[in-house]
């Protein structure tokens, strides 16, 4: 009997120190181990062709009940997970069928069938189904670099935004016993996100909208999201053109400015002492941004050793790199003429920007009666402003000198 305890504790024992040695081991591994010990229990009763006895009937009940339980949880969980798995597919499908209603209600709308209620009624026409918009939105991304790389806000209203102002903040300094230590903080002031209107209007041939294999919703879409893009790409470069009436801010408005030696001609430690601008913090996402034209100049600067300075990378997204960064051009970009920030570089996630995504349309149906077509007008609300400020640096050209009179 000795024996056979002895040779029942060295199994078990060996059992308990592989449990031991896993941290937090899982359902599954708890329960082979559990098995192996079962296992145990029988070969060492084989091994010496006899049955089991009281103490190795029990263990082996007791990890029989163990295994059950944890058998029992496991189907508990599949069963858990089959439901889950249910309840997403539906939930995916009830997604898909209210998509498909609200295209079908904006189709009908446009068409003149549908009635506007059925779409709720805004204050500048019929405000077009979140989904409808989303993808007026994802659209507007997918046409826009700019945009897609701001810090983007898809909703109405006033945003407001603190920004620690650090100019006048000396940190830490040395002070003699007893001396008084000046208040030299810095102050946080707030930026904001308003409400100006993007109004955009296209014209939809009367036959176009009579065809009903037409697909007059995501013509609609893609006009919509065209115009509002063009209208991006400009403002989030430029900002607005009037700004006694309009404050909204692009990146080429930024204030972190190097100025070149010359009124027409860039120079490549310049473009350094811009990209050096930027804190060592934001410059994994950095890129340049600048006029094709302004490019078609950089690309014929060359280093001491005669080599070209700007790299032709068919792996980046806009196919240059300028000092290890991404190049993107844009028509919309300010030309390369005196007084001018020709050049920005920096993480343009600086830039925030507000797209509200509860659009409004209306369809006018009168007004284009003449020309045989419908006007479909649509609003949205929008503003962008240069919030954090040390993730951009632009490169302005030095102003021309006055010509000398004899």
């Known amino acids: 009997m000795k024996n056979k305890k002895a040779v029942f504790a060295k199994f078990e024992d060996k059992a308990r120190r592989k449990l031991e040695s896993r941290a937090l081991p899982t359902l599954i591994e ?88 059925a779409l709720d009624v805004g204050n500048n026409g019929s405000v077009i189904p979140t989904s409808i918009a989303d993808r007026v939105i994802e659209r507007v991304k997918e046409l826009s670099p700019i945009y897609s790389m701001a810090e983007v806000y898809n909703v109405g209203g006033d945003l407001a935004f603190p920004v620690y102002d650090d100019s006048s903040d000396t940190g830490a300094t040395i002070v003699g016993d007893m001396e008084k230590v000046e208040d030299s903080t810095g102050k946080f002031t707030v930026v904001k996100l308003e409400n100006y209107i993007i109004a955009v209007l296209k014209l939809i041939s009367k036959s176009l909208i009579n065809r009903s294999g037409f697909d007059l919703v995501n013509f609609v879409i893609n006009k919509v999201a065209e115009n509002i893009a063009t209208f991006l790409e400009k403002s989030l470069l430029c900002g607005a053109s009037d700004k006694s009436k309009q404050t909204y ?32 913090a934001f410059q994994q996402n950095a890129c340049w941004i600048m006029n094709k034209n302004t490019l078609k100049s950089l690309r014929k600067l060359k280093d001491g050793d005669g080599n070209y300075i700007l790299n032709r990378d068919i792996a980046s997204p806009f196919g240059w790199t300028l000092l290890g960064k991404n190049v993107y051009t844009s028509e919309n970009a300010p030309e390369m003429s005196a007084d001018t920030t020709a050049v920005v570089y920096g993480d343009m996630s600086g830039l925030y920007v507000k797209l509200a995504s509860s659009m409004e349309i209306e369809v006018l149906r009168e007004k284009y009666a003449d020309q045989y077509a419908y006007g479909v007008i649509g609003h949205a609300e929008f503003d962008s402003k240069i919030v954090e400020k040390q993730k951009l640096a632009g490169l302005k050209m030095k102003a021309a000198t006055a010509a000398k009179t004899s």
Do not use: C, H, W, Y
Not at 32 to 37: F, Q, R, S, Y
Not at 249 to 277: H, P, R, W
């Open 249 to 280: 801010e692009g990146v080429f408005e930024t204030t972190n400015l190097v100025t070149t030696a010359k009124s027409d001609a860039i120079d490549i430690d310049e473009l350094i002492d811009v990209q050096m601008t930027v804190p060592q």
């Open 30 to 117: 708890q329960r082979n181990d559990l098995i192996a010990e079962m296992d145990a229990i029988l070969d060492g009763a084989d091994a010496e062709t006899r049955a089991l006895n009281d103490d190795e009937n029990g263990r082996f009940t007791e990890l029989k009940s163990q295994v059950d339980a944890i058998d029992k949880t496991l189907a508990a969980q599949a069963e858990k997970r089959a439901l889950d798995e249910k309840k997403e597919s539906k939930t995916g499908g009830e997604k898909s069928e209210q998509r498909a209603l609200d295209e079908k209600s904006f189709d009908e709308f446009l068409r003149g069938g549908g009635e506007s209620r």
